[in-house]
C-alpha cells in the first residue's frame, strides 16, 4: 500500500502488509494512525468520508502538517495484485473532496482472503475525475470490484475493548438478538457467546477453556435456556457452578481478555476480514499476553491483523518478520518491518522485547 500526506504519514511507500502485522514505537510515532488509513477507507467505501473528516477534526487534522504544508492526500492499496484503487483527496470549504479516483480490474483467485498489500501500477479500468464528496467506487459499483473486493473493505473492523468501567456496555444488560458480531466494544458480548453456544459449541469450548487458563477461578459461562429480551453476562466460579455470576464480579483485565478470546477464536468465517486491534495487552496479566500471541498468530492464519503495543513481553512472543517499528523522524512516521537476518546473533541471548527495551530495535521514546 502506498500513503501520502495522512496525518503524521507524509510518505509511506509500496509498504506490504502481511498476515500478521504487529506496530510498535513509541508513543505519537504514527502507530494509531496507520490503523486509522483502514478506518478511512472503512468509512469511504460506506459513503461516509465526510462524517469520518468531521469526526477526526476536519481537514487540517488529516493531512501531514494540515493545509498550508500538504495539499493532497493520496492512498493506494492493492488486493492480492488482482484489483487496485487508488484515490487522491484535497482539502476544501468544510471537508475533502475527491481530486481523482480509480479503480484497476481484475478478479482475485480467492476473493475470501483478499487482503491489502503492494500498490500496482493503475492499468485501465474505471475513473472519475473528482470534484465529488462521496465515493463514485462505493455508490457507482465497478463490475468485479463491486462483487468482491468492496465487501470485503466494509467488513473491515477495528476492536477497542479499553472501557470496561461499571457502565460500559459489556457490562449492561445487552439485546439477546443482537448477536450476529461481536461489537467493536464488546458490548453485545454476552449475546454473542449464546449465539456461539447454539451454533458453534466448539469455538465456544476453545474460548472457554483459554479463559481458564489465563483465570483459573473461571468454571464457565452461564447459559440460560430461556431468557427475556435483555440478557447479562453470567458465568460462575470453578468451585461453585450453582451460583451464577455477573460482569461486574470480573476484573477489568479479565473482561477484557474474554472479549479478545471472543473475538479471535470465533468460527474464522464470521472473523472481519481485517482486524484492527489497538493496545490490546491492557491490563493483562504476562501469562495471558502469551495466550494472546497465540490467539493473533491463529486468527492471522485466516485473516489479517493488524495490532499495536507498548508491551515488550507481547513482542518477545512474535517473530522479527511479524513486527513493524514505527519511529517519528523530523515530524514524520517511518515504518520498518524486521529482519530475522539482522538480528540473528542478538537473538541467540535476548528476546524481541528485551532488544526493545535497549533500543537496539529502535522505536522507543523520541523527540
Partial sequence: MTVRGFKSIRALEDFELRGLNVLIGANGAGKSNLMSVFRLL??????????????EGRADALLFGGRRRTSILEV??????????GFSLEPVADGLAFARERV???VPQEYDSIAPGTIFPIGDGAAWSGGHLEAHAASTGVGDFATYVLPV?????GYHFHDTSEVAGVRRPQAVRDNLRLKPDGANLGPFLRFLHERHPHELREIVDTVRLAAPFFGGFVYRKDVDERMELEWYHVDDADTPLGPLQLSDGTLRFMCLAALLLQPAAMQPRLILLDEPELGLHPFALTLLAEMLQSASEARQVIVSTQSADLVSEFRPEDVVVVSRVDGESVFERLDSELLRDWLK???????WRANVISGGPAR
Avoid at 541471548?349 to 532488544?355: A, F, H, P, Q
Fill in 42 to 55: 472503512s468509512q469511504l467505501v460506506r459513503n461516509r468520508l465526510q462524517l469520518f473528516v468531521k469526526q
Fill in 349 to 355: 541471548e535476548y528476546s524481541l522485547g528485551d532488544l
Fill in 104 to 106: 484497476a480490474p481484475g
Fill in 76 to 85: 493506494e492499496v492493492s488486493f492480492n495484485g488482482s484489483h487496485r484503487y
Fill in 153 to 157: 473493505m466494509r467488513d473491515w473492523q
